[in-house]
């Protein structure tokens, strides 16, 4: 377990190198539409990796008793037995989302490899909640040519990554969610560690009292008059089509 955290915080960090901050290249929130005007904030909380039996009801209490929504981008083999937080997450207002069967990179893989992975966590899915769509939230944020052409499913990427994998420190973690956050960002986390919960609902309270509004992704996205359509890459809102070739030029274009 220690040996896949480990290599999961190394490829974390590759994968970081390639990000550039989504305010300096998309509109700010004084664009925003004019029902929306800037005072409103919204950000959008995203927890990959679980769902962790003992970690994610934590954080489900917690952001309950602050009327937080969230999105969770779930791992296949770690639904099952947990199919009953699956359902709460939902039955709370919560989204929920696909984040591989077993937690592989999917750049690079046959179409049945591509199934095994994302259609049969979406079939997983579909047999607890129902026919519904369920983003995509790629491993290490990793996509390429053929990851967009099979997703079936809007591919959402992040704006804010406080790195919680990368020492468990709360403070830290908290102060990088705080610092970081502005309107439209969709943050990284990962609801398998007690010290993310921890941070997670400190950067909240401050965050609420500065006048924040905590939506799922298709919450942010639809504030915004976006629709999320198969597909297309999201990393924070508003989204532009610039960041379909931009985002990760050397995977996309070695492709
Ligand atoms: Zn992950």
């Known amino acids: 377990m220690k040996r896949s ?34 005072t409103e904030k919204l950000l959008a909380l995203t927890f990959d990796d679980g769902p962790s039996s003992s970690v994610t009801p934590k954080l489900l209490d917690g952001l309950a008793e602050r009327g937080v929504h969230a999105t969770f981008f779930l791992i296949g083999n770690r639904i099952e037995g947990n199919e009953a937080l699956v359902t709460r997450m939902e039955s709370e207002g919560h989204q929920v989302g696909i984040h591989t069967y077993s937690h592989v990179a999917i750049t690079g893989l046959t179409q049945t490899q591509f199934y095994r992975q994302i259609g ?29 052409q099979w997703s079936n499913a809007p591919i959402i990427l992040w704006s804010v990554d406080p790195k919680d994998w990368s020492d468990h420190n709360v403070q830290r973690i908290a102060s990088v969610m705080i610092n970081q956050a502005s309107p439209g ?3 990284l986390l990962h609801d398998i560690f007690s010290s993310t919960v921890e941070a997670t609902l400190t950067a909240v309270d ?22 999320l359509e198969n597909g ?3 990393r924070c809102a508003p989204n532009t089509s610039a960041d379909q070739t931009t985002f990760y030029p050397r995977r996309y274009e070695d492709d």
């Open 5 to 38: 955290i480990r290599s999961e915080a190394l490829l974390f960090s590759l994968c970081f190198f390639f990000l550039t901050t989504c305010h300096s290249v998309f509109a700010s929130a004084a664009e925003l539409t004019a029902e929306h005007s800037d």
């Open 120 to 148: 049969r966590t979406r079939e997983l899915l579909t047999s607890i909640l129902g026919e519904e769509s369920f983003p995509l939230r790629p491993p290490y944020g990793f996509v390429d040519k053929n990851v967009i």
């Open 185 to 187: 960002d969709i943050i």
């Open 206 to 227: 401050e965050l609420l009292r500065q006048g924040y509004y905590f939506v799922t992704v298709e919450e942010l996205f639809s504030a915004y008059g976006i629709l």
């Open 232 to 234: 297309t890459i999201y």
